[in-house]
């Protein structure tokens, strides 16, 4: 119950945050302004909404996913309230994941708000429901949740700004493992391949959570590759969870 109460009181929180609805409010009118910008398209009307529409949502998500992750901790100092939290019996894994918990919940009503809108949105546009369109979304979340799980873990050990800054930085290599690990292969030194090929290990692969082009372009989507998107995403949520309560343990209050 007190993973739950934190939770909760944590959700609570986001949710009165000027910013967070800054940020959303801006996501929903870019998502809307694609069906402007596919007006200005002949025959390509449907595919600018859905690519605007998901690349809007993954960007956003982002945003909000990094700014609140990497507060988590640093918020509660400047409050001083981890001064009076940790003495009680509150278990120190256990107000991680409670926090962890309450920042997912947020991230599900904003990612859940702006994935309806371009699901109707596209349907509008289609003439019909494109149920891949969700699909896409709720794939993009748990992408989300690796995110999150990373700005938590820089949280616990280091100032906001530089957290803000490693956790795009890694954003940024998730996306892009794919081609460079390509490029490894065709152009670099063995030395160097190594040496990709183990960051490309160690890092999170989020490029295997992207399916937004598979379905702008209309392509199906297999159940297999969305499984173990799922499974690996969660699997490396577990161990950033695990890895960030390690260090939380060891941080000192006094």
Do not use: H
Request: glycine residues 10%; proline residues 3%; charged residues 15%.
């Amino acid at each position: 119950m007190t993973i739950v109460a934190i939770a909760w009181n944590t959700f609570r929180e986001a949710v009165r945050d000027r910013i967070l609805y800054s940020i959303l409010a801006f996501a929903l009118l870019l998502i809307g302004a694609s069906v402007i910008l596919a007006g200005l398209s002949i025959g390509q009307e449907s595919r600018i909404v859905k690519d605007l529409g998901l690349a809007s949502t993954t960007l956003f998500g982002t945003f909000i996913a990094i700014f609140l992750g990497i507060t988590l901790v640093s918020k509660e100092i400047e409050r001083r309230t981890i001064y009076l939290i940790v003495p009680k019996p509150i278990s120190r894994p256990g107000f991680l994941v409670g926090k962890y918990c309450g920042l997912a919940l947020t991230l599900v009503v904003t990612v859940g708000v702006m994935g309806v809108m371009v699901f109707l949105l596209a349907a509008l546009v289609d003439g019909g429901a494109t149920p891949a369109l969700l699909i896409a979304v709720g794939v993009d979340f748990v992408a989300l949740l690796i995110v999150t799980a990373v700005a938590l873990l820089f949280s616990t050990f280091s100032t906001p700004t530089l957290s803000a800054i490693f956790t795009v930085a890694i954003f940024v290599i998730g996306r892009l493992s794919g081609d460079l690990t390509l490029f490894a292969d065709q152009f670099a030194d063995a030395a160097l391949k190594r040496g990709i090929w183990v960051m490309y290990l160690a890092l999170p692969d989020l490029g295997r959570f992207q399916f937004g082009s598979r379905v702008v372009q209309g392509l199906p989507l297999a159940p297999a590759d969305i499984g173990m998107a799922a499974a690996y995403g969660l699997a490396y949520t577990g161990f950033l969870l695990l890895l960030a309560i390690a260090v939380f343990q060891r941080r000192d209050f006094k």
